[in-house]
């Protein structure tokens, strides 16, 4: 009887004894574990690789607990935010097509533009000089070089396309220096060509000063083939007198609209 007791103490005690000494190891290990490594290098080493199990079972239940956590309906709270960002693109992307139908009715208003068609296309690219720009259309959709492009916030014509691929667009603005359009400055019907300067602004020469012109004027493309009415595509910015040529007008004109701000505009097709 003593003999099966004492048995049942030294089972107990060996097997208390075990957890004990497992503890005082695992508790001596992290001790040189995080002990600077200049003086432990080789024990952390040692403890890390026999200890690796353990180690590695705490790395992956402490990332575990970072993992975002489940929402009521089983999705990750990532899954959650991405289809919020879902819901609010396409909340923008409705605000844009509802901008461009507005748009697109303030054209329609004007009688004298039902003849012609207004594709829209996104602006892409605006060169640093604003002389160029590329846009989303090309002559699959029906746009031919020549055709006037439209900047749709203001309805001011802003130069004319220059070069095609099948879906895009290169348009040449009216500040381009090799930019040349025939237009009328104001409702007085003075005739001019506006040439580009390559600085953001263009220039009508050779008008005399007999001619009333004053800064602030519309100024008109005319019509001609590719443009079935006359369409405002600038303003006049400044007009002096010539310091070279006393009897005619130095007159500066610039876009109406901010180019360097354009996100649509629309290439004017004129009636077939």
């Known amino acids: 009887m003593r003999s099966g007791n004492a048995a049942v103490m030294t089972s107990k005690w060996t097997n208390i004894s075990k957890r004990m000494l497992f503890a005082y190891f695992m508790l001596s290990g992290l001790i040189f574990l995080f002990?600077?490594?200049?003086?432990?290098?080789?024990?952390?080493?040692?403890?890390a690789g026999l200890f690796s199990g353990p180690l590695s079972t705490g790395r992956t239940l402490a990332l575990a607990s970072r993992t975002p956590a489940?929402?009521?309906?089983g999705a990750?709270?990532?899954?959650?935010?991405?289809?919020?960002?879902?819901?609010?693109?396409?909340?923008?992307?409705?605000?844009?097509?509802?901008?461009?139908?507005?748009?697109?009715?303030?054209?329609?208003?004007?009688?004298?533009?039902?003849?012609?068609?207004?594709?829209?296309?996104?602006?892409?690219?605006?060169?640093?000089?604003?002389?160029?720009?590329?846009?989303?259309?090309?002559?699959?959709?029906?746009v031919a070089?020549?055709?006037?492009?439209?900047?749709?916030?203001?309805?001011?014509?802003?130069?004319?396309v220059?070069?095609?691929s099948p879906h895009t667009a290169k348009v040449k603005l009216i500040s381009d220096p090799t930019s040349q359009v025939p237009v009328e400055i104001g409702l007085s019907g003075i005739q001019g060509v506006l040439q580009g300067r390559g600085d953001g602004t263009a220039k009508i020469p050779l008008i005399s000063t007999r001619q009333a012109v004053a800064a602030?004027?519309?100024?008109?493309?005319?019509?001609?083939?590719?443009?079935?009415?006359?369409?405002?595509?600038?303003?006049?910015?400044?007009?002096r007198k010539d310091p070279?040529?006393?009897?005619?007008?130095?007159?500066?004109?610039?876009?109406?609209?901010?180019?360097?701000?354009?996100?649509?505009?629309?290439?004017?097709?004129?009636?077939?």
């Open 35 to 47: 002990t600077p490594a200049r003086v432990t290098n080789r024990l952390q080493l040692a403890y």
């Open 70 to 73: 489940a929402s009521e309906a």
């Open 76 to 142: 990750s709270a990532d899954t959650v935010r991405r289809l919020k960002n879902d819901v609010a693109n396409l909340r923008a992307q409705l605000r844009a097509a509802n901008t461009t139908i507005y748009q697109l009715a303030r054209v329609r208003t004007v009688r004298a533009w039902d003849r012609m068609a207004f594709p829209t296309a996104a602006v892409t690219v605006v060169n640093p000089a604003q002389t160029e720009m590329i846009i989303k259309l090309g002559d699959e959709e029906g």
């Open 145 to 160: 070089v020549g055709h006037y492009v439209m900047a749709l916030s203001d309805h001011s014509l802003i130069g004319r």
């Open 162 to 164: 220059s070069a095609l």
């Open 216 to 239: 602030g004027d519309p100024v008109y493309a005319r019509r001609q083939m590719d443009l079935d009415v006359p369409m405002v595509i600038g303003q006049v910015a400044e007009c």
């Open 244 to 272: 070279d040529h006393p009897l005619l007008w130095d007159i500066t004109v610039r876009a109406t609209c901010d180019i360097a701000t354009l996100e649509d505009v629309a290439v004017v097709v004129p009636a077939q």
